[in-house]
């Protein structure tokens, strides 16, 4: 059984930081990894960043140096800290978790997530 629960979202003016968590409980695998994710309106869902089940961190192109991907494991939580925002980063941000391995090309991740957060919306305005 996968339960993700994702929070943090919410409304910041260009240049600004948001902090989301995901609460990750799976009950159904020993190893597996995590993401990040992020669909805007009228665009397919895609690949913000992700931990391996190694602790292995990787980002998509658009956020590196930006976003920092984080794990509390006393909590069992997923974190994305995000900093110096964009209008382009406004999405709804999703959580996912794959018990399997990740592909190469992580950019195809989005559609080998086993299970999926109900997301969190995130706006950036200019």
């Known amino acids: 059984d996968v339960q993700l629960v994702e929070s943090g979202g919410g409304s910041v003016q260009a240049g600004g930081s948001l902090r989301l968590s995901c609460a990750v409980s799976?009950?159904?695998?020993?190893?597996?990894?995590l993401g990040w994710f992020r669909q805007a309106s009228g665009k397919e869902r895609e690949w913000v960043g992700s931990?391996?089940?190694?602790?292995?961190?990787n980002y998509a192109d658009s956020v590196k140096g930006r976003f920092t991907i984080s794990r509390d494991k006393a909590e069992n939580t997923l974190r994305l800290q995000m900093n110096s925002l964009q209008p382009e980063d406004t999405a709804m941000y999703y959580c996912?978790?794959?018990?399997?391995?990740?592909?190469?090309?992580?950019?195809?991740?989005?559609?080998?997530?086993?299970?999926w957060g109900q997301g969190t919306q995130v706006t950036v305005s200019s």
């Open positions: 996912g978790v794959d018990t399997g391995a990740p592909p190469e090309n992580l950019d195809e991740w989005v559609q080998w997530i086993d299970s």
């Open positions: 931990l391996d089940s190694d602790g292995r961190i």
């Open positions: 799976v009950s159904s695998a020993n190893d597996y990894c």
